[in-house]
């Protein structure tokens, strides 16, 4: 690899990283909200009372996938990645507990709160579905990693990340959307937010896709290697 390649290599990580926390920053800023509603007794709303009700799944939703998030997007610098391994690895235990609070907490309360207006049982069974997936994923990503076969491993990491980082494309679906359609349609808001997931899932095959045709040798290696090689790791 030339130098030149190498430095633009290391800037399209670092714009990714970029990318991906500009992402993450509406439905932090939203999760924030929430926390002061939680915490500062905020008087009992239609839109708030639900989780005043029942404030613990919120709140490790919260936490969990802020932490998720943020964590998640320094996994996409090789460059990190191989100067700090242990950092590395101590980073991939925490998306995978993270990770799984993040979907578990959340079809907790796709299945057991009351829906707000503009979600409906297909909504639902979206949230349910793709919480699912990206439960699904992690378990996978960690059969990899216990039969180290790094690269799958982070293939399924990646899937999982993609899932959880869809709050930040339905946020900016839902924008347009609520101007054009009204912020409580409930079919725009069901296709949009399940066009959210798709788009994130896409472009995270794109990515595996692109891994793999670098990385013609798929099997398992070493950790040092595959920490190169993988986009998440634990």
Do not use: C
């Amino acid at each position: 690899m030339t130098a030149d390649s190498a430095t633009t290599r290391a800037s399209k990580s670092w714009l990714t990283l970029t990318g991906l926390i500009l992402l993450s920053l509406i439905p932090m800023l939203a999760g924030a909200v929430r926390l002061g509603e939680l915490t500062g007794g905020a008087a009992p709303t239609v839109h708030n009372e639900r989780f005043l009700d029942s404030p613990i799944p919120v709140l490790i939703h919260i936490i969990s996938v802020t932490v998720f998030s943020l964590v998640g997007a320094f996994q996409f610098v090789p460059a990190r990645r191989r100067r700090t391994n242990r950092w590395h690895r101590a980073a991939g235990r925490v998306l995978i507990l993270t990770g799984l609070l993040t979907a578990l907490s959340g079809m907790w309360m796709a299945a057991v709160y009351p829906h707000p207006l503009g979600d409906g049982d297909v909504l639902e069974a979206l949230r349910l579905l793709f919480g699912s997936a990206m439960v699904a994923s992690i378990l996978l990503g960690i059969r990899g990693i216990v039969r180290r076969k790094f690269n799958t491993h982070g293939d399924w990491m990646t899937r999982a990340y993609a899932i959880g980082m869809g709050a930040g494309t339905q946020a900016i679906l839902l924008i347009p959307g609520s101007i054009i359609f009204g912020s409580t349609h409930e079919l725009s808001r069901t296709v949009l937010m399940g066009a959210a997931w798709v788009i994130n899932l896409a472009v995270a095959e794109s990515v595996i896709r692109r891994r793999a045709r670098r990385l013609p040798d798929r099997s398992a290696g070493t950790h040092i290697h595959s920490t190169n090689r993988t986009g998440i790791t634990a």
